[in-house]
């Protein structure tokens, strides 16, 4: 034969990966290959910008940020026990949809509800507000790739990916 039958080979070590990691890593990968937008990334990107831009500049800086995390999570914890729980978070298509309209609520929710489970740092299903604040903060850094301390609406549309 001129050419030889592959062989299998088996590798005597393994990396166990979890499907969710596995996945994340591989939209990611994909998003970065092709400019690839997670659905409803643009979406939230606006409301965002909608909600927390008080100048109306189409930037965000840190202030603006802060404030508006402060005043989100007051509106996320309705019942005011100073946590967002699982009720709450399910709740968030009807909360958000009242001031952007059901259409973006459906986009938009989805993504609000993976960071608030990702917030929630003690895995006690519920987010509490020095959680929310830290973990927030924190993607403020993630979001801000150029370390301007402002964030733009571009920077803000790879916030679902920023949660991986």
Do not use: H
């Not at 402060?70 to 009720?87: A, K, M, R, W």
């Not at 009242?98 to 895995?123: H, M, Q, Y």
């Amino acid at each position: 034969d001129r050419f030889p039958v592959a062989r299998s080979i088996e590798c005597p070590y393994s990396f166990p990966m979890k499907k969710p990691l596995l996945i994340s890593a591989l939209l990611f990968s994909f998003s970065q290959l092709f400019a690839f937008e997670i659905p409803g990334a643009s979406a939230l990107a606006d409301v965002i910008l909608e909600r927390f831009d008080e100048n109306d500049d189409g930037v965000l800086d840190t202030g603006e940020w802060q404030a508006g995390i402060d005043e989100g999570f007051g509106q996320l914890d309705q019942d005011g026990n100073g946590s967002i729980d699982e009720v709450e978070k399910k709740n968030l298509d009807g909360l958000i949809g009242e001031e952007v309209g059901e259409g973006k609520a459906k986009l938009v929710s989805p993504i609000i509800t993976t960071a608030l489970r990702s917030f929630d740092e003690n895995d006690d299903d519920a987010v509490s507000e020095e959680e929310f604040s830290k973990k927030a903060n924190d993607l403020f850094k993630k979001l801000d790739t150029n370390s301007d301390a402002e964030v733009t609406k571009q920077e803000l549309k790879q916030l679902p990916l920023k949660l991986l």
